[in-house]
């Protein structure tokens, strides 16, 4: 079965712009979340999608926005980028109505805002 | 909001030595989560607690619930090269309501070595 999958895996965009991130859950999984995580704030929730519908927004600019489709995949997007929105960017999956234990990570989209 | 306060950050060890390290939290949780994330790639889950005492074995690794329900440690057992990477703690965001909205602690870099 494959994983959950990220692209692009890497890239670098300049300050002001903006980015789209694209995330393919695990087949059948109908829950969606993102993560960024930062070498000084760690990981952190951005937010959840299910069914096409965002369930929960961590404390984020609202530069900060996604969207799911009815496949299940879903996107993130960050406008107006600055220097500190340089982060490992993490997608996870999860089966409807599961518990926290059933999360499954990507390997993350790198972007560098310079 | 809720903090997990994981430790230690950092530790240097010799294989075949034993490891511990824990996470503490000023609020209740409901679910312990260790995960281990190797260089370039996403967390992945190692072990899940979910009772107050529990006591969860995964190979050579151990992981406890605490009795408060505020902290949880992991043991790593006999430790191996391939054990190097960073672990974290995590646990459901409790007011959310949301199982996939995890509160990360900092997380412990294990370095193993030879």
């Known amino acids: 079965k494959a994983g959950v999958t990220q692209t692009p895996r890497y890239l670098i965009k300049t300050r002001g712009q903006q980015v789209t991130l694209s995330c393919s859950p695990i087949s059948g999984h109908r829950s969606v979340s993102w993560y960024q995580q930062t070498p000084g704030q760690g990981l952190q929730f951005l937010f959840e999608?299910?069914?096409?519908?965002?369930?929960n927004k961590g404390n984020f600019p609202g530069r900060f926005s996604g969207r799911q489709f009815s496949n299940s995949r879903s996107e993130m997007n960050v406008s107006t980028l600055e220097l500190g929105d340089s982060a490992l960017y993490l997608c996870?999956?999860?089966?409807?109505?599961?518990?926290?234990?059933?999360?499954?990570f990507g390997e993350g989209s790198w972007l560098t805002v310079v | 909001g809720q903090q997990l306060n994981q430790s230690p950050q950092s530790m240097f060890i010799q294989e075949g030595e034993d490891v511990s390290m824990n996470c503490t939290s000023s609020s209740i949780f409901n679910t312990w989560l260790w995960y281990k994330q190797d260089p370039g790639e996403g967390p992945v889950l190692l072990i899940a607690?979910?009772?107050?005492?529990e006591l969860t074995s995964n190979g050579r690794l151990t992981a406890q619930f605490g009795i408060t329900r505020k902290d949880s440690f992991l043991n790593i057992s006999a430790s191996i090269p391939s054990d190097v990477g960073i672990y974290f703690c995590a646990g459901p965001h409790v007011s959310s309501g949301s199982a996939r909205q995890l509160t990360f602690g900092s997380g412990t870099q294990l370095t193993v070595l030879p």
């Open positions: 607690l979910y009772k107050a005492g």
């Open positions: 999608y299910f069914s096409e519908t965002q369930r």
């Open positions: 996870a999956s999860s089966p409807e109505g599961s518990s926290g234990n059933t999360i499954y």
